[in-house]
């Protein structure tokens, strides 16, 4: 029925419209006590646990490095003295892997090597020297990594089998540098050192290693206790 200043009519508010939603419980609901579900109702609700967050951690050491002093001295020809069976310790690092989790370990070394020929050698020489790189753990027994070498040649022509007069000498310096890197399996405190295996020189009038640095570096998860 239609009034003077308006309009009135009698309709019922509109009902509700329900949304399907697949596993929903609305005695789970948020307005409930008990907004989460027990696992033995819905397994759709049971939320995995967020795993620990492993920091990762870096450690940097730098060793020590010592000359062993003249090496293939005065030697005319190849060498076969002494030098050969001694095994001088060049360098050494120490890292403690212990609280990291499958870290990787990297040792990098470097130096300078010097030599001098004989003047009287007719300008030929050879100078060969062979480094290996071991660890320590956890005093037990050494365990070689790999052996890297220097080497440096000259070889003057010969008339038939005599070599060419000369009586003049060379001497040089040359950088010398290697890197090792692996995964380590069994975590500890390790000792790494470089020796001098090996020397084998002509026509060398005396020969040194020297500004010897060694640095080592370990990174991995940290571990948690």
């Not at 540098?177 to 020397?199: H, K, M, R, S």
């Not at 005396?206 to 991995?220: D, E, H, Q």
Request: proline share 9%; aromatic share 10%; hydrophobic share 30%.
């Amino acid at each position: 029925m239609l009034k003077k200043h308006g309009c009135q009519c009698n309709c019922r508010p509109p009902r509700s419209v329900e949304v399907y939603r697949p596993n929903y419980y609305p005695q789970y609901d948020m307005d409930y006590r008990n907004p989460y579900p027990h696992p033995q109702h819905d397994m759709d609700y049971r939320k995995p646990h967020p795993e620990p967050k492993h920091e990762m951690e870096t450690i940097v050491k730098c060793g020590m490095g010592m000359s062993p002093g003249p090496i293939c001295s005065n030697v005319m020809g190849p060498s076969v003295n002494g030098y050969q069976r001694q095994s001088p310790v060049i360098a050494n690092v120490a890292l403690d892997t212990s609280n990291l989790k499958d870290p990787t370990v990297k040792i990098d070394f470097s130096s300078l090597i010097s030599f001098k020929t004989c003047a009287y050698g007719g300008g030929s020489y050879f100078l060969r020297l062979a480094f290996k790189l071991s660890k320590i753990c956890d005093g037990g027994r050494p365990e070689p990594l790999g052996i890297w070498t220097f080497e440096k040649a000259e070889e003057v022509q010969r008339e038939g089998s005599v070599p060419m007069p000369g009586n003049s000498s060379v001497q040089e310096t040359d950088s010398f540098c290697f890197t090792w890197c692996q995964c380590e399996g069994c975590p500890g405190c390790c000792n790494y050192i470089v020796e001098l295996v090996e020397q084998d020189c002509y026509n060398i009038e005396f020969a040194t290693i020297s500004n010897i640095t060694i640095t080592g570096i370990a990174s991995g998860l940290k571990k948690v206790y």
